[in-house]
């Protein structure tokens, strides 16, 4: 990995370990949101009997944590870049009683396991972030046994996911924002046609699926959604983190007014999609 992409891990692993907290204390909202696509991964690899699953960019723990009560007899490892998130999903883990996890940080371009090693390979809401999303998919691959089952989740269109652009359209509005460098991580960067499934298949997988997922983030009120997003969403605090005390009261205006506009209401509940890949060994 050259040195500008080791620059955009770090700065990815700074970033999750400085927002694990916030995680954690939203743990429960956002685990409920992002539960529909997390069981449409279950559904696709269908772990079974004594299998073992590897979990990439595990975060606090799912849908690792899930798969793991399934598989009594089989075994779950979690992987993530960031150990604060991982010690999270470990406190989930003992508080559900379950014994057949291990936790393990590292990067998923440069796994730490022999080939062949897993039956199957989730990916929640990882790629992404990925420096490299390539080579990320190639070791995924590298480490599944033959036959086996890869899938990952994406997020959709912006369109499709106002949860997101209600909070960065204000930013964006409010604040002149330097473009990010083509091919960045970003929370949209995976949803252009046709993206799942030439990255599989150049991973070496085959019997390439795409489906879209949906979501809903259950807030309930705008301010549980501006206190959820401003604690978890790192490039929501980082711009806002730069903008002055009017722009930042502008911007929380502007982003009340369209989640009253959307929801009057006054029932949060905010429609996401996503796209689910799937692929075999």
């Known amino acids: 990995m050259d040195s500008q992409l080791e620059s955009i891990r770090e700065q990815q692993k700074a970033s999750w370990n400085r927002f694990s907290a916030g995680w954690k204390k939203w743990d429960e909202l956002f685990m409920d949101f992002l539960r529909p696509m997390g069981d449409e991964i279950i559904r696709l690899l269908d772990p079974k009997g004594q299998d073992v699953v590897l979990d990439v960019a595990g975060g606090t723990g799912e849908p690792g944590l899930t798969i793991a009560a399934r598989i009594p007899q089989g075994r779950v490892v979690l992987t993530?870049?960031?150990?604060?998130?991982?010690?999270?999903?470990?406190?989930?883990?003992?508080?559900?009683?379950?014994?057949?996890?291990?936790?393990?940080v590292c990067d998923v371009c440069a796994l730490p396991f022999a080939d062949q090693s897993f039956d199957a390979v989730s990916c929640r809401f990882g790629f992404m972030f990925f420096p490299d999303m390539d080579l990320a998919a190639r070791e995924m691959a590298r480490v599944l046994k033959?036959?086996?089952?890869?899938?990952?989740?994406?997020?959709?269109?912006?369109?499709?996911?106002?949860?997101?652009?209600?909070?960065?359209?204000?930013?964006?509005?409010?604040?002149?924002?330097?473009?990010?460098?083509?091919?960045a991580p970003g929370m949209f960067r995976c949803a252009q046609p046709g993206w799942g499934?030439?990255?599989?298949?150049?991973?070496?997988?085959?019997?390439?699926?795409?489906?879209?997922?949906?979501?809903?983030?259950?807030?309930?009120?705008?301010?549980?959604?501006?206190?959820?997003?401003?604690?978890?969403?790192?490039?929501?605090?980082?711009?806002?983190?730069?903008?002055?005390?009017?722009?930042?009261?502008?911007?929380?205006?502007?982003?009340?007014?369209a989640i009253e506009q959307k929801f009057p209401d006054g029932n949060v509940r905010i429609d996401a999609s996503a796209l689910v890949v799937y692929g075999e060994k």
């Not at 089952?149 to 996911?161: D, F, G, M, Q, S």
């Not at 206190?227 to 983190?241: I, N, Y």
């Open 197 to 257: 499934e030439a990255l599989l298949a150049q991973a070496g997988l085959k019997n390439v699926s795409v489906r879209e997922v949906a979501g809903r983030l259950d807030c309930q009120t705008a301010d549980v959604y501006w206190q959820a997003m401003t604690e978890v969403a790192a490039p929501v605090v980082a711009a806002l983190g730069q903008a002055d005390e009017a722009t930042g009261e502008k911007i929380r205006d502007e982003v009340y007014r």
């Open 80 to 104: 993530d870049l960031a150990a604060n998130m991982l010690e999270i999903a470990g406190e989930n883990a003992q508080r559900r009683g379950l014994t057949n996890v291990e936790t393990r």
């Open 146 to 183: 033959p036959g086996g089952r890869l899938a990952t989740a994406v997020w959709n269109v912006a369109e499709k996911n106002f949860w997101v652009t209600a909070i960065m359209g204000a930013i964006h509005r409010n604040m002149a924002l330097p473009a990010p460098a083509p091919g």
